[in-house]
Structure formats: structure tokens, C-alpha cells
């Protein structure tokens, strides 16, 4: 494996129990910036209602993950919520990112229904270009007025788009009430 390696070499699978303590030093070190994460990815891996997918190269090296919360005591009905996205710092911009997150929304489309879920939240860091751009690019919207502090001083944002049954061609079916509290 080489430094030039293309995006295609990663194996996208879900997190499993042995991933939790390699997911937890990913995360805390990518989002040092944001404030002390300690154990938090680690704690939140083992809750039931959290789940989420790791990118490996070989089967050995993690590269990058997410993490999805569909049941926590904070989250209100019909709520789902991204804890966490990361990418290894050297294998960023070749769309991992956006591979990852769409394979948790795609499941999240799958289990919609089923867990009673009508939206996907996340937090992010106004200044995050990257991470705006890619969270735009998969449908999430500003919500109005809603802010976060981040412990590195950062002011954030949430965001949030719709889930639920899809047409064949991508629009989501019957999903009142979301748009005018939205920011496009
Ligand atoms: C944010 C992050 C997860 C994105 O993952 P990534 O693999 O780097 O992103 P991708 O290569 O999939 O790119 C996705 C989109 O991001 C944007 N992007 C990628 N590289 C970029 C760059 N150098 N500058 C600006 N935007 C960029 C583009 O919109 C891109 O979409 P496009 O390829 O259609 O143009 C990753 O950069 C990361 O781990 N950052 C540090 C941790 C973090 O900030 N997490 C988010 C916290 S909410």
C-alpha cells in the first residue's frame, strides 16, 4: 500500500466491538480541535441505540468511520443523529467521507420506517468547510436558529434532512413539517 492509494481500496463494513478502542483514538484525534473528547466515541459505542461503519484498507488499517445514533434518551421522537464522522488526515478528499456517510444514511432509509424515523440531525462547526460541503451535498439543511458551543470555541450549527421512503428517483415520500424550519 502506497501514500497514493486510491479511495477504492477501502472496504466500507460496520463497526464491530473490537473496532470500538481504534474508532475512539480516530475520533479523539481528528476532532481535537473541537475539545477534549476523552472516551466519549468509545461510551457512546456502547449504547444500544448506537451503531455505526468503519472504512478499512486490508482489513487492518481503519481509516475512517461514523457513527449513528437512532435511539438515545436526548433524542427526541423521530429523531436520528450523526455522533461522529472522521477520516485518517492523510486519506481525506478522495471521498471517503461521502462514502461513509451515504452508507449510513442509505441503511438509515432502510430502517426508517420500521424505528418510526423521520430525520437525521448532526452538529458541525461553522468553520468546517469540508464537512459543510459534504453534508450539503447529501441533503442536510441548516436548521433555524439552533447553535452549539464546541469546547475548542467554535460556534456550530445543526443540521438536518429528511428520512423515509424514497421514490425511484430519490425524493422522499410524505415528509411534512421539515422544510420551514430549514435554511437552504
Ligand atoms: C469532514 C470529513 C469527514 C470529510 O471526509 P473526506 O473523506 O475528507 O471528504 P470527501 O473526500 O468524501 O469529500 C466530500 C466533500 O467534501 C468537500 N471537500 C473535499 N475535499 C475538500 C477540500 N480540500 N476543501 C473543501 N472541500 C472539500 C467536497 O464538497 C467533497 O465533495 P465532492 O468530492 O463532491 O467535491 C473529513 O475531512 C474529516 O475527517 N475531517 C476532520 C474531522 C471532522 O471535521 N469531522 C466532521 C465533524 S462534524
Not at 136 to 161: D, K, N, P
Request: charge should be neutral; glycine fraction near 12%; proline fraction near 5%.
Amino acid at each position: 500500500m502506497t501514500d497514493t492509494a486510491h479511495h477504492c481500496d477501502e472496504r466500507i463494513r460496520s463497526i464491530r466491538p473490537r473496532d470500538r478502542s481504534t474508532v475512539n483514538r480516530l475520533g479523539t484525534s481528528l476532532f481535537q480541535p473541537y475539545g477534549h473528547y476523552g472516551s466519549a466515541l468509545d461510551v457512546w459505542l456502547r449504547q444500544p441505540g448506537v451503531k455505526g461503519y468503519v472504512s478499512e484498507i486490508e482489513g487492518i488499517r481503519t481509516t475512517g468511520f461514523v457513527l449513528v445514533a437512532t435511539r438515545l434518551a436526548q433524542l427526541p421522537a423521530g429523531h436520528s443523529y450523526i455522533l461522529g464522522i472522521g477520516v485518517e488526515a492523510d486519506r481525506q478528499g478522495l471521498g471517503l467521507g461521502r462514502r461513509l456517510l451515504a452508507t449510513a444514511i442509505d441503511d438509515l432509509e432502510q430502517e426508517a420506517l420500521s424505528l418510526q424515523l423521520s430525520r437525521l440531525q448532526l452538529n458541525v462547526a461553522e468553520d468546517n468547510e469540508r464537512a459543510l460541503r459534504l453534508f450539503r451535498s447529501l441533503g442536510f439543511c441548516q436548521v433555524r436558529g439552533a447553535t452549539v458551543a464546541y469546547g475548542g470555541g467554535q460556534r456550530g450549527i445543526t443540521m438536518e434532512r429528511p428520512l423515509g421512503p424514497r421514490e425511484p428517483h430519490g425524493h422522499v415520500l410524505n415528509q411534512p413539517g421539515t422544510d420551514p424550519d430549514l435554511l437552504h
